[in-house]
């Protein structure tokens, strides 16, 4: 999908705007000494307990996340059919009720829910955690499976992505690919808000981070992809931070340079938004900042067929 316009689901059921006023704003009311994870959910996809059964689950999106864009774009790369797993995104409002569906982004089509809220408490009566997307609903057992985007991309991408014909997460490359997001994971994707903090903590974060930039580019100088020559759920989990980077996190300048300043990374990033599938799963109206270049993004890439096309 490349616009806010839903499927026509036969659901037109949806929640009331968005209004702090009435409803607070969003909070976990999880206590510091609650020791449960933040993401309370973490089913396994090809488990015994929730076997890959083509038809039997829905992911629930949002066009706006991060960590949600890891999980559609492994599913639009891989082409995985809706029909096998099928998404909806909640609305980008939020309030203290969390997570709702709304125009345009469209209602539930599985269970007809007004809040995401109402998928949690489903599956755990008085419910109390962090209500989040991307969240993978089992229509069998009625619950949720996972909120654990750090393993649920991976499942998608082993399970249905690999019988769909394109192997995002390969054997051969699986270690590498877990190194990768071991580094990535603290220092890029949640690097980034960290770098916006204030102090002495938003400083060593911002300094980390144009480290962990600067890498990337020497490492893309001579390699077309993040692990080996394909494409794999490394590159999925670095594009989605990279695409809100200039567009969102950065907008004002205050993180460093912009990632033209980096030209391998910069060429990589454009190749892999450029991708069809990723192209697909992002929305920028959803996340930019209104003064946003994201025409930049068009520009074409070196790294054609998976093969750098430059001189060396």
């Known amino acids: 999908m490349s616009s806010f316009a839903s499927p026509a689901y036969a659901s037109s059921t949806y929640a009331s705007p968005a209004d702090t006023s009435v409803h607070g704003t969003y909070r976990v009311p999880q206590k510091p000494d609650d020791p449960r994870p933040l993401l309370r959910f973490d089913g396994r996809l090809g488990s015994p307990e929730f076997p890959a059964i083509p038809g039997r689950y829905h992911l629930y999106s949002g066009w706006f996340c991060p960590w949600a864009q890891r ?34 982004t469209g209602a539930d089509p599985v269970n007809d829910f007004t809040l995401l809220r109402q998928a949690y408490e489903a599956t755990e009566a008085g419910f109390d955690g962090h209500v989040s997307t991307p969240t993978l609903w089992d229509r069998e057992g009625g619950r949720v499976v996972s909120n654990t985007y750090a393993h649920l991309d991976r499942d998608l991408a082993s399970t249905f992505g690999a019988e769909a014909g394109r192997d995002l997460y390969p054997v051969a490359l699986r270690r590498a690919i877990d190194d990768a997001e071991a580094w990535l994971h603290p220092a890029l994707n949640q690097g980034v808000g960290a770098a916006r903090a204030d102090g002495a903590a938003g400083e060593v974060a911002r ?106």
């Not at 559609?72 to 939020?94: C, I």
């Not at 670095?238 to 993180?255: C, M």
């Not at 069809?276 to 992002?282: C, D, E, I, K, S």
Request: proline share 4%; hydrophobic share 40%; no cysteine.
């Open 71 to 104: 999980s559609t774009a492994v599913l639009a790369v891989a082409g995985v059919d809706p029909s096998v797993v099928s998404v909806s995104s909640v609305h980008g409002d939020r309030d203290g009720r969390g997570w709702a569906f709304r125009e345009p």
């Open 207 to 312: 300094v980390r981070l144009v480290e962990t930039l600067t890498a990337l580019n020497e490492q893309l100088g001579d390699s077309t992809y993040l692990v080996g020559d394909q494409l794999t759920i490394a590159d999925l989990r670095v594009i989605v931070t990279l695409l809100r980077f200039d567009t969102q996190a950065n907008a004002d300048g205050a993180l460093g340079p912009t990632l033209q300043a980096y030209s391998h990374l910069w060429d990589y990033a454009r190749a892999v938004y450029q991708e069809p599938g990723v192209r697909a799963t992002t929305l920028f109206e959803a996340f930019a900042a209104p003064e946003a270049d994201v025409a930049q993004w068009d520009r074409p890439s070196e790294r054609i067929g998976g093969r750098l096309t430059r001189s060396r």
